[in-house]
T-cell receptor, first 111, second 114 residues
Framework: DGGITQSPKYLFRKEGQNVTLSCEQN?????MYWYRQDPGQGLRLIYY???????QKGDIAEGYSVSREKKESFPLTVTSAQKNPTAFYLCASSIGRYTQYFGPGTRLTVL | DQQVKQNSPSLSVQEGRISILNCDYTNSMFDYFLWYKKYPAEGPTFLIS?????DKNEDGRFTVFLNKSAKHLSLHIVPSQPGDSAVYFC?????????????FGTGTRLQVTL
C-alpha cells in the first residue's frame, strides 16, 4: 500500500523539551512538506523540501527544524524555542509542483 | 494578510441538493488551485484541482469553477450526500522551484442533512 505515514498519532511533551515527529512516504515523491493546523484556522506551511539534503523555510519556520537525509523521510523537530507548539501537524508529499497528498497527522500537546 | 479566504465558516444543505463552497484569493501569482476535504483529526484528502488556464474542471459530482478576473473560485457538489459532511479547504499554489507552496483558506464546514 503506497502512502504517507506519520507517527505517533498523539504526542505529549513537557515544556522545554524538544520532540521529533516522524513522516515517511513510499510514493517515490520528490517533494515533502510540513504544515501546522490550529483550531479554526487553515493549514500553515512550516518547512518544505524539494530533494534530498535540501529544504526551505515556509511561513512559520521559527522554533522548528527538519532534515531530509533520505527521499522517503522528512522528520520535523519541534524545539523548545517554539512558543506555542500545541497543534495538529500534517506532513504531505508531491510529485513536483502539483497535488500534495497528506498523511494522517500528529496531534502534539504541550503539558 | 490572508491571501486565501473562505468567508463562510459553515454551510448546511439538504441531501440531493447542490452545495456551493466559495473561495477568494488576492495574490495574482497563484496559478493552481485545489480543494481538499477534511475530517476531524485526519489529514486532508485531495478532491479536485484547476489550473489558472482553465475556468472549469469536473470530476463526477464535483466541479470547480475559476473566475480569474474576480479572483474567485467555487466548488459545486451535485447531488450532495450525507458522506460529504466535512470541512472543505480551498488552497492556492505558487510555484517555488520544483515544489509548490500551498496557501490554505480557513475552511468551510459542510453539513448535509437528510
Amino acid at each position: 500500500d503506497g502512502g504517507i505515514t506519520q507517527s505517533p498519532k498523539y504526542l505529549f511533551r513537557k515544556e522545554g523539551q524538544n520532540v521529533t515527529l516522524s513522516c515517511e512516504q513510499n510514493l517515490n515523491h520528490d517533494a515533502m512538506y510540513w504544515y501546522r493546523q490550529d483550531p479554526g484556522q487553515g493549514l500553515r506551511l512550516i518547512y518544505y523540501s524539494q530533494i534530498v539534503n535540501d529544504f526551505q523555510k515556509g511561513d512559520i519556520a521559527e522554533g522548528y527544524s527538519v532534515s531530509r537525509e533520505k527521499k522517503e523521510s522528512f522528520p520535523l523537530t519541534v524545539t523548545s524555542a517554539q512558543k506555542n507548539p500545541t497543534a495538529f501537524y500534517l506532513c504531505a508529499s508531491s510529485i513536483g509542483r502539483y497535488t500534495q497528498y497528506f498523511g494522517p497527522g500528529t496531534r502534539l500537546t504541550v503539558l | 494578510d490572508q491571501q486565501v479566504k473562505q468567508n463562510s465558516p459553515s454551510l448546511s444543505v439538504q441531501e440531493g441538493r447542490i452545495s456551493i463552497l466559495n473561495c477568494d484569493y488576492t495574490n495574482s501569482m497563484f496559478d493552481y488551485f485545489l480543494w481538499y476535504k477534511k475530517y476531524p483529526a485526519e489529514g486532508p484528502t485531495f478532491l479536485i484541482s484547476i489550473s489558472s488556464i482553465k475556468d472549469k474542471n469536473e470530476d463526477g459530482r464535483f466541479t470547480v469553477f475559476l473566475n480569474k478576473s474576480a479572483k474567485h473560485l467555487s466548488l459545486h457538489i451535485v447531488p450532495s450526500q450525507p458522506g460529504d459532511s466535512a470541512v472543505y479547504f480551498c488552497a492556492a499554489s505558487a510555484l517555488s522551484g520544483t515544489a509548490s507552496k500551498l496557501t490554505f483558506g480557513t475552511g468551510t464546514r459542510l453539513q448535509v442533512t437528510l
